[in-house]
Antibody, heavy 123, light 110 residues
């Protein structure tokens, strides 16, 4: 079964860090670009970051650039998001999503999504 | 990276057609044929409905179709059904390894 399972969410104080993980199964993880997309409570989708199949190309939304770091381990079929200097407006459900292409800027269509992991930033 | 502009809501009766617009700029929608559309039911993960402006993934009914003219993309749902009631989001590549989503449109089946 094709599946993405996120973990690592929880409650963090402003200024602290969290590391999200996404475990992939059922497809060749190393052939696909991967992305993080978030959704604040009651709000719309926001693209956070993306990484090409080999990590050679990475992109970040302006709202997280310099604070978040995306990475992947193809040997472990896993995607990560290191979130530093967290702010209250980072509170959201974070989805991991599979790109139909190997690199960013080719299709940029997300055909597989996880169920999300909730991050709450509050003191 | 400004969000793409979508109407907040559209509605239609069963069997009718509705069209959702997604307006960007010459830096995103206008420059790339990498516009996608997602359907999201409450409490669920988004589902890909259209990619590369007009293509439908396997399993998506042909009632869903996409188009683009200039800086505006559109999603049309023909023969509206009750299960089509959901939130719909567009997205576009915006250059320099950046992507942008629209604000979302709530579709109501009357």
């Amino acid at each position: 079964e094709v599946q993405l399972v996120e973990s690592g969410g929880g409650l963090a104080q402003p200024g602290r860090s969290l590391r999200l993980s996404c475990a992939a199964s059922g497809f060749t993880f190393g052939d696909c670009a991967m992305h993080w997309v978030r959704q604040a409570p009651g709000k719309g989708l926001e693209w956070v970051s993306g990484i090409s199949w080999n990590g050679g190309s990475i992109g970040y939304a302006d709202s997280v650039r310099g604070r978040f770091t995306i990475s992947r381990d193809n040997a472990k079929n896993s995607l990560y998001l290191q979130m530093d200097s967290l702010r209250a407006d980072d509170t959201a459900l974070y989805f991991c999503a599979k790109d139909m292409a190997a690199a960013i800027g080719y299709t940029d269509a997300f055909d597989i999504w996880g169920q999300g992991t909730l991050v709450t930033v509050s003191s | 990276q400004s969000a793409l502009t979508q109407p907040r809501s559209v509605s239609g009766s069963p069997g009718q057609s509705v069209t959702i617009s997604c307006t960007g700029t010459s830096s995103d929608v206008g420059s790339y044929n990498y516009v996608s559309w997602y359907q999201q039911h409450p409490g669920k993960a988004p589902k890909l409905m259209i990619y590369e402006v007009t293509k439908r993934p396997s399993g998506v009914p042909d009632r869903f179709s996409g188009s683009k003219f200039g800086n505006t993309a559109s999603l049309t749902v023909s023969g509206l059904q009750a299960e089509d009631e959901a939130d719909y989001y567009c997205s576009s590549y915006a250059g320099s390894n950046n992507l942008v989503f629209g604000g979302g449109t709530e579709v109501t089946v009357l």
